[in-house]
């Protein structure tokens, strides 16, 4: 009898064992060796995403994590849906992503979203089938600093004209839509001519449309740029027209491509934030979600300009950084990207 209890003890201490040990292994965070993520940009091959891509890089050498960046070669808003559809098959542990237009891209993120794939944005405030949207920062309040900007530089008076990559794009659009109201509200003295030109984040595009508003508006006096490549496109066109003394451009652009147009006044002002940074930003929150923790206000993803998350009024999955940045003809050499 004590022989068939202390058998009945043994089996119940193994059982025990594989359970304990099966919970353990069932509460163990995801190993990031194993782990496989894709940042899908809006277009391949301008220097703003060649510097995402390094931040892409950064992070797999830092984390272990099998990280790679496509894009499509424009920013079609299709093309990026088809990218999309086919990494799902593969089904990386996360897509990273900056939609070209936030609506043409809902359905197929819910689908991988639906294939357990975890979904990280940005650039996209109101997007739905993200787990999180991170922004730089209030784009809101980046519109107006670039307004205010502009509207000094141009004494608070004239005409200026905005140009967007796309009016599909979110944050192009919010920028420009602030600066303008802020315009509206504060400086009466100028003037939008124009809605919001687009250029396909191409900076060709932008000079010839530069080129066209300066021959069409011959008292144009400003350029907002909302894309990476609208700024050093407008400023050539101002620099072949010899309007540099005459003419502000300002917006969003990378600082060394922006640099060679300082020194004669072509471009006054941009702003900015890292694009390397974002990336990080967007792949730590993919890897900390996959690993069951929480995003909130405060957290701090030890990224430069995401160490104090705020999550932002009126969104449910939406918080900002504090990455704005600035420069001038004095400042820009400071920026070595």
């Known amino acids: 009898m004590r022989r068939c209890r202390n058998a009945l003890l043994g089996a119940v201490g193994v059982t025990i064992t594989l359970i304990v040990a099966s919970t353990g292994v069932a509460n163990a965070s995801p190993d990031p060796h194993d782990m496989t993520m894709v940042n899908v940009v809006k277009v391949e091959g301008i220097p703003w995403f ?3 891509a390094v931040g892409v890089e950064n992070f797999a050498t830092r984390t272990g994590v099998q990280t790679s960046q496509e894009g499509g070669d424009d ?9 999309i559809a086919d990494l799902i098959p593969r089904h990386p542990t996360a897509i ?12 197929v993120l819910g689908q991988a979203r639906a294939q357990g794939i975890t979904v990280v944005s940005h650039e996209a405030t109101g997007i739905q089938n993200a787990d999180i ?24 008076q004239g005409d200026y004209v ?15 839509d602030a600066a303008h109201d802020a315009q509206l509200a504060e400086f009466p003295g100028m003037t939008r001519v124009e809605r919001p030109v687009e250029t396909a984040n191409d900076l060709q ?14 008292n ?60 990080e930003a967007q792949l730590q929150i993919a890897l900390m979600l996959t690993q069951g923790e929480n995003i909130e206000s405060g957290t701090n993803l030890n990224v ?15 918080f900002v950084g504090n990455s704005a940045l600035e420069a001038d003809a004095n400042t820009v050499s400071q920026y070595h990207f």
């Open 50 to 52: 060649n510097r995402m």
């Open 75 to 83: 920013t079609s808003p299709q093309k990026q849906v088809q990218l």
């Open 96 to 107: 990273t992503v900056v939609p070209n237009s936030v609506d043409a891209l809902e359905d």
């Open 133 to 156: 949207d991170i922004e730089a920062f209030d784009n809101a309040a980046f519109g107006r600093q670039t307004m205010q900007s502009l509207a000094q530089c141009m004494g608070g």
């Open 162 to 176: 905005q140009f967007v990559g796309s009016v599909t794009m979110t944050t192009h659009m919010q920028w420009v």
């Open 205 to 218: 595009t932008a000079f010839a449309r530069a080129t066209e508003l300066l021959a069409k508006y011959p």
């Open 220 to 279: 144009l006096k400003g350029f907002q740029g909302a894309s990476s490549t609208d700024v050093p496109g407008i400023a050539r066109a101002v620099r072949e027209a010899g309007l540099q003394d005459r003419t502000c451009v300002m917006g969003t652009a990378v600082p060394s491509v922006a640099a060679p147009y300082f020194a004669d006044g072509s471009i006054d002002t941009i702003f900015f934030w890292d694009p390397a940074m974002a990336a």
């Open 304 to 318: 430069p300009g995401y160490n104090s998350l705020t999550k932002l009024d009126g969104y449910h999955n939406v």
